[in-house]
């Protein structure tokens, strides 16, 4: 041990400091050796996100809205002709069912076609109606 008092070496069997002569008691003479206290540098983890698996919605072809709009076509260039538009009650009347389900179907695409349906085959189902209430049944 040391002495508090001079510092110098101090045997441990000795209370008394053989250089100043003052009183050594073993606990004061040990230096406290001051352990730096090592600042761990907090590691700021990275939050790891975790991909959120997003099922990845494959908008699937419209066949019902494209036969719709097809059917709209159709049938509003029958509808113009007398006696053969009598066909426009069956496939406007079609058009207008595919379309409708092309719409509510939900996740597809080429709603704009199966909206194109509707409105052909509403056009070509008026026109059809009209032209047999105006012009009578041929
Ligand atoms: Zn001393």
Known sequence: MYCTSCGSYVPDNQGVCPNC???VTPAQAQP????PVYQQPAYQQPAYHAPVYTPVDVPRGNG???AGMVLGIV?????WIPAI????????FLGL???IVGV???NVSGKGKAIAGIILSAIALVIT???YYYLGNY
């Open 97 to 99: 069912i595919f379309s």
């Open 104 to 106: 509510c179907r939900r």
């Open 32 to 35: 406290v050796y001051q352990q």
């Open 129 to 131: 109606f009209s032209m």
């Open 64 to 66: 019902l809205g494209t």
């Open 85 to 92: 538009n009598v066909i426009v009650f069956v496939t406007g």
């Open 21 to 23: 002569g003052a009183a």
């Open 75 to 79: 049938s509003t260039c029958i509808s």
